[in-house]
């Protein structure tokens, strides 16, 4: 079982409507989550982190954490086209100060 | 405020040979994390600086090295480069024992 899991994509929205990311994590004591965005041919950009179980709101996004079921979510409100990206879910995995990273949700929004 | 700075851009190498990528973290961190990212992967963690000291590493041969200065900024060595090397490069700045990594542009290393 990998360590942090996402579904691979692409995940295909239409412009203004919510897009939901999901990432699942395999080890139970992880106390950070992090979401990165990351456009093509670019580097990763942290756009949310998440450290307590329920929901954290930032503008259009939010994280939401359920550390009992082992899975993190990003929302996206009102998507845009320029949303269009890799969304990278990120777990410190407890004890170890390196961060372990799932392969990426592709995001498309369709205009 | 100066984000975290990466040179080179791009880099083409031959197999067997060896390469130094640097890295500057954003004002105010100490700690300095490289990652390698392979073509449609999400980054892997290769090793952790903080204090001059690598306090962490990651499952990557011995071929992989790296130092941090005084001023925090930090070099990536490999040596003996192999065709699988290629991929992007990633520094990656916190502080402390701040979980918060932000990102570099990348280091784009192609072996041929």
């Known amino acids: 079982q990998k360590e942090v899991e996402q579904n691979s994509g692409p995940l295909s929205v239409p412009e203004g409507a919510i897009a939901s990311l999901n990432c699942t994590y395999s080890d139970r004591v992880s106390q950070s989550f992090f979401w990165y965005r990351q456009y093509s041919g670019k580097s990763p950009e942290l756009i949310m982190s998440i450290y307590s179980n329920g929901d954290k709101e930032d503008g259009r996004f939010t994280a939401q954490l359920n550390k009992a079921s082992q899975y993190v979510s990003l929302l996206i409100r009102d998507s845009q086209p320029s949303d269009s990206a890799t969304y990278l879910c990120?777990?410190?995995?407890?004890?170890?100060?390196?961060?372990?990273f799932g392969q990426g949700t592709r995001l498309t929004i369709n205009p | 405020d100066a984000g975290v700075t990466q040179s080179p851009t791009h880099l083409i190498k031959t197999r067997g040979q060896q390469v130094t990528l640097r890295c500057s973290p954003k004002s105010g961190h100490d700690t300095v994390s490289w990652y390698q990212q392979a073509l449609g992967q999400g980054p892997q963690f290769i090793f952790q600086?903080?204090?001059?000291?690598?306090?962490q590493r990651g499952n990557f041969p011995d071929r992989f090295s790296g130092h941090q200065f005084p001023n925090y900024s930090s070099e990536l060595n490999v040596n003996a480069l192999l065709l699988g090397d290629s991929a992007l490069y990633l520094c990656a700045s916190s502080f402390g024992r701040r979980y918060e990594q932000y990102f570099g542009p990348g280091t784009r290393l192609t072996v041929t």
């Open positions: 600086y903080y204090e001059e000291e690598e306090r």
């Open positions: 990120a777990v410190i995995i407890q004890g170890a100060q390196k961060l372990v």
